[in-house]
């Protein structure tokens, strides 16, 4: 039995693009409704074109606003569509931040997003047999996976989500949810993509064994293993380690940390745990700088955190990282991004961006001092040479010029001369002006 309430596919592939008659498009008649018998089910999303049949259509779109294509065509229905809605997951993106405002579960949804993606082999071509972000980890064969104990209360915090937003995979969602909950605590953008297409059963699910332990024989060495197989390198290993500077251990999940400290027994959130900073809701690089200076017995330090202090390759990321936060959160971002894509079948296979587009980057901001950096002082010689000039011809710092009226009148006169000269005869036949 499988912890998803469908075994469905969730992929959107399995459900019809609508087309609707140029002259129908503007009334917004279409709207996909869940059929009954499986409310979640994408494959029996039933397509209703009359709106006076369902007063409440309007609403139901802006809720849960559907891809509608209008090329047309009046055959409605097209072969092809992304794994996920983009105006969806924008919206879904907004209620996250809701959910981790009000419930503090960035770790824990970190952590899901994480375990997900973890299982990737990239020895093996096949998908999804090769493992990935496939959002198998909702099904129970994986999620009771002794390394994803806890997972569960996750997976139930993504579940009304996917109610709300049935035209986002669960894969992306969870991949969503980590990535917002990273840039919430304070952490890095994102170059997220999206489109990652769902397994859809549970004998899709990797065999158990492919995530790190804590406390291996030689934590370096089986970091380099199973972070190897994943395709990623010792600097990712390293920054993304760094994740733990959100979160706590619990004994009663992963036997790992103590049932509390003083950093955790008051929340917020659920009590308890043992947390590796002290400030475990906030993303900053004191997870590397608590490690180490090694200064408070209540912070936790796994043997694969004190591993990257040791070992000579990872030390120099981990020293890097604790001493300078902007190269930690780059780093970091990136890696967060390959984890995030391990595996993952894109439907498009480009995947689909959602604001935050990598290769767009930031303006840059106008900063008027930009433009007068090189402005250069006088010389003195030079400001004794205008003043002497100036002095000449009847001024002095303290008087201004004094003004010439005789000139000034000539002026005046001869501006009056040439304006008649020009407009004065305007009975000219070749007058072509205004
Ligand atoms: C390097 C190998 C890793 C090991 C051995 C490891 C191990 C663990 C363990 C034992 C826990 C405690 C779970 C519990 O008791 O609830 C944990 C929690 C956590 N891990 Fe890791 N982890 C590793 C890598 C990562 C990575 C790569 C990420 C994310 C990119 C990550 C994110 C987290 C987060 C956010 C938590 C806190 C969860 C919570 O507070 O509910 N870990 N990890």
């Keep these: 039995m499988a912890f998803s309430l469908s075994a469905a596919?969730?992929?959107?592939?399995?459900?019809?693009?609508?087309?609707?008659?140029?002259?129908?498009?503007?009334?917004?008649?279409?709207?996909?409704?869940?059929?009954?018998?499986?409310?979640?089910?994408?494959?029996?999303?039933?397509?209703?074109?009359s709106s006076s049949l369902f007063p409440h259509s309007s609403l139901i779109q802006k809720k849960y606003p559907i891809n509608v294509?209008?090329?047309?065509?009046?055959?409605?229905?097209?072969?092809?569509?992304?794994?996920?809605?983009?105006?969806q997951l924008k919206s879904a993106k907004e209620d996250i931040k809701?959910?981790?405002?009000?419930?503090?579960?960035?770790?824990?949804?970190?952590?899901?997003g994480w375990h997900d993606a973890g299982t990737y082999n990239k020895n093996i071509e096949e998908w999804p047999q090769r493992g990935g972000a496939n959002a198998s980890i909702r099904f129970e064969p994986e999620i009771k996976h002794?390394?994803?104990?806890?997972?569960?209360s996750a997976l139930k915090l993504i579940e009304p989500l996917k109610e709300k937003y049935p035209n986002i995979s669960y894969a992306d969602l969870f991949q969503l949810a980590s990535a917002t909950a990273i840039?919430?605590?304070?952490?890095?953008?994102?170059?997220?993509?999206?489109?990652?297409?769902?397994?859809?059963?549970?004998?899709?699910?990797?065999?158990?064994?492919?995530?790190?332990?804590?406390?291996?024989?030689?934590?370096?060495?089986?970091?380099?293993?199973?972070?190897?197989?994943?395709?990623?390198?010792?600097?990712?290993?390293?920054?993304?380690?760094?994740?733990?500077?959100?979160?706590?251990?619990r004994p009663e999940r992963s036997g790992w940390g103590k049932p509390e400290t003083k950093y955790t027994k008051t929340g917020p959130g659920e009590a308890g745990g043992q947390s590796w900073t002290v400030k475990w809701l906030?993303?900053?690089?004191?997870?590397?700088?608590?490690?180490?200076?090694?200064?408070?017995?209540?912070?936790?330090?796994?043997?694969?955190?004190?591993?990257?202090?040791?070992?000579?390759?990872?030390?120099?990321?981990?020293?890097?990282?604790?001493?300078?936060?902007?190269?930690?959160?780059?780093?970091?971002?990136?890696?967060?991004?390959?984890?995030?894509?391990?595996g993952a079948k894109f439907d498009p296979p480009e995947g689909i961006i959602i604001g935050n587009d990598p290769t767009q980057g930031t303006p840059?901001?106008?900063?008027?001092a930009n433009y007068s950096t090189n402005k250069k002082e006088l010389s003195d010689s030079m400001k004794k040479?205008?003043?002497?000039?100036?002095?000449?011809?009847?001024?002095?710092?303290?008087?201004?010029?004094?003004?010439?009226?005789?000139?000034?009148?000539i002026i005046a006169i001869s501006v009056l001369v040439l304006f008649f000269y020009f407009f004065g005869n305007n009975n000219s036949d070749d007058f072509s002006g205004f």
């Design 282 to 342: 906030k993303f900053d690089n004191s997870y590397f700088k608590d490690i180490k200076e090694k200064r408070d017995e209540e912070l936790l330090v796994l043997p694969t955190d004190a591993a990257l202090f040791e070992d000579p390759s990872f030390k120099i990321y981990a020293e890097k990282y604790a001493e300078d936060p902007a190269a930690f959160f780059k780093d970091y971002a990136e890696a967060h991004a390959k984890l995030s894509n391990l």
């Design 146 to 152: 002794a390394a994803n104990a806890g997972l569960i």
């Design 183 to 249: 840039e919430e605590a304070g952490g890095p953008e994102i170059p997220m993509k999206y489109g990652r297409v769902d397994v859809t059963a549970p004998e899709q699910c990797p065999e158990e064994g492919r995530l790190p332990d804590a406390g291996p024989p030689s934590p370096a060495d089986h970091l380099r293993e199973v972070f190897y197989r994943m395709g990623l390198d010792d600097k990712e290993i390293v920054a993304l380690s760094g994740a733990h500077t959100l979160g706590r251990a």
């Design 98 to 112: 809701v959910l981790l405002r009000t419930k503090f579960c960035h770790p824990i949804l970190v952590r899901l």
């Design 9 to 49: 596919s969730h992929s959107l592939c399995s459900s019809p693009r609508v087309s609707l008659p140029a002259a129908s498009s503007s009334s917004s008649p279409l709207v996909a409704i869940p059929s009954s018998s499986s409310p979640h089910s994408i494959s029996s999303l039933r397509i209703v074109s």
């Design 364 to 368: 840059e901001k106008f900063v008027a």
């Design 385 to 409: 040479k205008i003043r002497a000039e100036y002095e000449a011809i009847g001024g002095s710092p303290n008087k201004p010029l004094p003004t010439n009226y005789f000139l000034n009148i």
């Design 69 to 87: 294509t209008n090329r047309g065509s009046s055959t409605g229905i097209s072969p092809k569509c992304a794994a996920s809605d983009a105006a």
